[in-house]
């Protein structure tokens, strides 16, 4: 059952760091299945919100997301106050709430980033991208802080970092230099890289993932967050040696993936 997954994802999030207080967020772009097993639970509220931007694309999608100052450590406990069911409006500029987020809360103040990435990344993968997911992993973000902002910087890093990580992720990874959290313009530029990676880095913030499922969502913030792990521990101990072009082309080979050509050589 996909809120299962849902609340299971919260917290491995929060047991990984990932999650100090109300760090991070979670939405999830329900399928019709989905939304006919929650059926019951689902009712008009009357709690209706404008959304300040328009999402036409997503005009009657429904979401499942977590809420604004809510802890993810507090997901399992009491999931219908710490997370809800929202539905898009025919309008494309608002929603409403369904289900949950009870005693006034409200979705996420990612919420513009959140649906911006779901738009990009359907149109991406022909609709099968249905989570996106935001958390602030500690050497992630340590890591914005010795390069530059850019993708390829960041790529090469996270490649040379463990060999599997040019299989997880053979496109790269993005990079949004410092913006304001929770602003359209952040959800802007966001979406306008997930479109291109499925994961963009916050710089001094943390990361933006996405997959069709929530393990490879999981997964993929993982990975990263590992190779991050391993780069900084290399650094502050000396790296004398890393993997080269010529070994991830052998790579590529080997397991049939394309690497972005951008970021070889
Ligand atoms: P929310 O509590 O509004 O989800 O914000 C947490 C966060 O990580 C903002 O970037
Ligand atoms: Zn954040």
């Not at 929530?214 to 004398?240: C, N, P, Q, R």
Request: charged share 25%.
């Amino acid at each position: 059952m996909f809120l299962d997954d849902f609340i299971r994802m919260c917290f491995d999030g929060f047991e990984q760091g990932w999650h100090e207080r109300n760090g991070g967020n979670l939405s999830y772009r329900m399928k019709d299945e989905d939304v006919e097993a929650v059926k019951d639970k689902l009712h008009d509220t009357g709690r209706h919100y404008d959304m300040n931007f328009s999402a036409p694309e997503l005009k009657g999608a429904y979401f499942t997301i977590t809420g604004s100052g809510k802890y993810m450590r507090n997901v399992p406990l009491a999931p219908e106050k710490n997370i809800g069911i929202i539905r898009i409006d025919d309008a494309g500029t608002g929603y409403d709430i369904l289900w949950g987020l009870e005693d006034g809360a409200k979705p996420t103040s990612e919420i513009p980033t959140h649906l911006m990435n779901h738009i990009a990344r359907m149109k991406a993968t022909d609709g099968a991208c249905r989570v996106i997911y935001h958390a602030h992993p500690a050497n992630i973000t340590a890591l914005t802080y010795t390069l530059p902002p850019e993708a390829k910087a960041y790529t090469r890093v996270l490649w040379q970092s463990e060999t599997e990580c040019a299989v997880v992720f053979p496109e790269g990874v993005g990079v949004v230099d410092w913006m304001v959290p929770g602003s359209i313009d952040i959800g802007i530029e966001t979406a306008k890289l997930i479109t291109k990676y499925r994961a963009v880095v916050w710089t001094f913030h943390g990361i933006f993932g996405s997959g069709v499922d929530f393990d490879e969502t999981f997964g993929l913030v993982h990975t990263i967050e590992k190779a991050a792990e391993i780069y900084l521990k290399a650094k502050s101990a000396g790296i004398v040696r890393t993997i080269t072009d010529d070994e991830f082309k052998a790579l590529a080979d080997a397991f049939g993936v394309t690497l972005n050509p951008e970021f070889l050589g």
